[in-house]
């Protein structure tokens, strides 16, 4: 997965869509790992990071980050790179 170009993402959670023109916020984990999946981190380096800095587990996090990529690619914000790496 990877964000597309057009994407801006402002460091209080603000998100603008130049394609489509709609916008969005964030809360602080999402805007985190928004910038993870910008910054090309792959689903392990994401799982990780988040496992070991808040107090969550992973089914839940692997729930959630389902949820969130799936939310992200309904809002036209990301495109598939490569089927086997994550949702």
């Known amino acids: 997965m990877q ?6 993402i ?3 959670g ?7 023109g709609e916008s969005f916020s964030l809360n602080p984990i999402g805007l985190e ?3 993870m999946i910008a910054a ?10 988040i496992l070991d800095k808040y107090d ?3 089914l839940s996090f692997e729930k959630d980050f389902y949820e969130f ?4 690619k309904h809002y036209q914000l990301t ?7 994550f949702v």
């Open 3 to 8: 964000i597309l170009e057009e994407i801006k």
């Open 10 to 12: 402002s460091d209080n």
């Open 14 to 20: 603000f998100v603008f869509n130049a394609l489509t």
């Open 33 to 35: 790992i928004i910038k």
């Open 40 to 49: 090309n981190s792959d689903f392990d380096e994401i799982r990780k990071t």
């Open 56 to 58: 969550v587990d992973d």
């Open 69 to 72: 990529s799936t939310m992200l």
């Open 79 to 85: 495109q598939q790179n490569n089927p086997l790496n």
